[in-house]
């Protein structure tokens, strides 16, 4: 039939006497189109998984620091919405301003500790943290007793404790007043508040990771996936600079739990801890509990030498 | 036609990952209660000297101190576990006759409420530390002008009977993302 229809020679570009290959170039265009389409959709399926684009508000918003009050309530009321909708419950989001004359530090018994990790769990239960993937603001380090030597700490140690050979060194964000992670960041998505608090804002950080490489106490986690954290689990006491949900590919730290310690109350490390060895207060009250211990007691930092002048005090019974 | 199956083949292959370690062999341990309950070591305090409900006073006011070792004596005595150093003597701390309260260095009574000025008896840069702050726990509000701050007396985690903090289960070990060789394989 179409051979009547065209002309002959015409349709079939082929030297004579060979056979005709029988796919037309019109077929083997439209083929190639088919194709070519298929694969750019797959190319662009992992758009698929961006279920919620960040609205017109959230591209064009400010950094914290410039935000208005009326601002702030615009974003916090989002943020609400958006944790309602992910984790179905209407969160009690805050954002405490810092206490004047406030300056929060913290000091650990290290004679006390004995080791049973309650300050790590007691912590992600509070801070919302993921868990699978697994994300934890306090390491306990376990070391021979008779030396600091981190290089040859125990992370991993299970069973029961404490082990009479070794004593217990927890790390966490050591809130230096030098510190080197707000240096390196390079869009001021991380500074410290005025009550001495090093904070993330989630919304401003781009994750290029380069204040988990500053710092040299190991402290700050990044979201390398989506956090998974059980609706029922969610902590709904949030603070906006604290423990609200995290997103990926941000960075998060310890806080001294903001959420609670601005409205007067100890962070939940210090609240769990079985032996007491967790110390917490404000260092600028010369008659407070923490003032004290940093007077009498016999007191060290970590990593002195680096010049970070930590507000994490740890010291010794005697 | 070789080369388009080779591309299918190695779709498959990367589609399936046969031979890849694939997400996780285990998942995370769970975020148990029993691993952030702020409850102490010893549970809750009790409001008086008792045994099982009963203050001691109650059959005891009306005794004289027994002239043998009472923990061969009757069933409340014979549970108890004195392991407190060369502190042997139950009238050491108890009052030989008020049996509801403790005892001061010249037998005067104490209060159970006020236990802590009877382990000051011995512990006397203790008692210091813990006035002030750096020994025992605290809960509640660090800014006392905003809450309460309960300080947590010293029979909260210390048995007076067997005074030696007790060997706790460690919650479970970290499975983060970055995991450091251990020391050994350096």
Request: hydrophobic share 30%; charged share 25%; proline share 9%.
């Amino acid at each position: 039939m179409a051979d009547e229809k065209l002309p002959a020679g015409r349709p079939y570009f082929h030297p004579e006497g060979t056979e005709a290959s029988g796919i037309t170039r019109r077929e083997f265009l439209g083929v190639a189109a088919v194709g070519l389409a298929a694969a750019t959709a797959a190319a662009l399926s992992p758009l698929r998984q961006l279920a919620d684009f960040p609205t017109l508000e959230d591209w064009l918003r400010k950094h914290y620091t410039e935000l208005t009050p009326r601002d702030k309530e615009a974003i916090f009321e989002r943020i609400r919405a958006q944790v309602e909708k992910d984790y179905g419950v209407r969160p009690n989001l805050t954002d405490q301003p810092p206490l004047d004359g406030v300056m929060f530090a913290y000091a650990l018994n290290i004679g006390r500790c004995v080791g049973c990790r309650r300050c790590v769990y007691a912590c992600v239960n509070e801070n919302n943290q993921s868990r699978d993937p697994q994300i934890q603001y306090i390491r306990v380090l376990k070391m021979k007793k008779g030396s600091i030597d981190v290089e040859t700490a125990e992370h991993y140690y299970e069973g029961e404790v404490p082990d009479p050979d070794h004593y217990y060194m927890p790390v966490q964000c050591n809130q230096c007043r030098n510190p080197p992670c707000v240096k390196v960041c390079p869009v001021k998505a991380t500074w410290p508040e005025k009550d001495g608090v090093v904070v993330v804002d989630y919304n401003w950080c781009i994750g290029c990771r380069y204040c988990e490489a500053a710092c040299p106490y190991w402290a700050r986690r990044f979201n390398f996936k989506k956090p998974g954290l059980p609706k029922e689990e969610l902590n709904p006491n949030m603070g906006y600079l604290s423990n609200r949900p995290r997103e990926k590919g941000v960075m998060e730290k310890c806080h001294f739990c903001l959420q609670r310690t601005r409205a007067g109350r100890y962070p939940a490390c210090v609240e769990v801890c079985p032996t007491g060895s967790r110390k917490f207060g404000n260092i600028l009250d010369p008659d407070s509990e923490i003032s004290n211990i940093i007077r009498t007691k016999r007191v060290y930092v970590l990593k002195e030498e680096v010049g970070t002048n930590p507000k994490f005090y740890y010291y010794f019974n005697v | 036609m070789a080369a388009l199956a080779a591309c299918i083949a190695a779709a498959l292959y990367f589609w399936f990952d046969p031979l890849g370690a694939g997400e996780r062999t285990s998942e995370p341990p769970a975020v148990k209660p029993a691993y952030y309950d702020t409850t102490p070591v010893r549970g809750r305090l009790k409001t008086a000297l008792m045994t099982e409900g009963t203050p001691c006073g109650t059959c005891h006011d009306s005794m004289d101190p027994p002239a043998v070792d009472p923990s061969k004596r009757g069933t409340f005595h014979s549970q108890i576990v004195l392991r407190h150093g060369a502190n042997v003597r139950c009238f050491n701390c108890h009052n030989s006759g008020k049996r509801d309260f403790f005892s001061g260095f010249g037998g005067e009574p104490i209060p159970y409420s006020r236990v802590e000025t009877l382990c000051a008896k011995c512990h006397g840069p203790h008692y210091r530390d813990w006035q002030q702050g750096a020994h025992g726990r605290r809960n509640g509000y660090w800014n006392t002008a905003m809450g309460e701050r309960k300080t947590q007396v010293c029979i909260v985690c210390h048995d007076p009977h067997w005074p030696v903090f007790k060997p706790l289960r460690a919650a479970p070990a970290p499975r983060t993302l970055r995991v450091t060789a251990s020391a050994e394989e350096h």
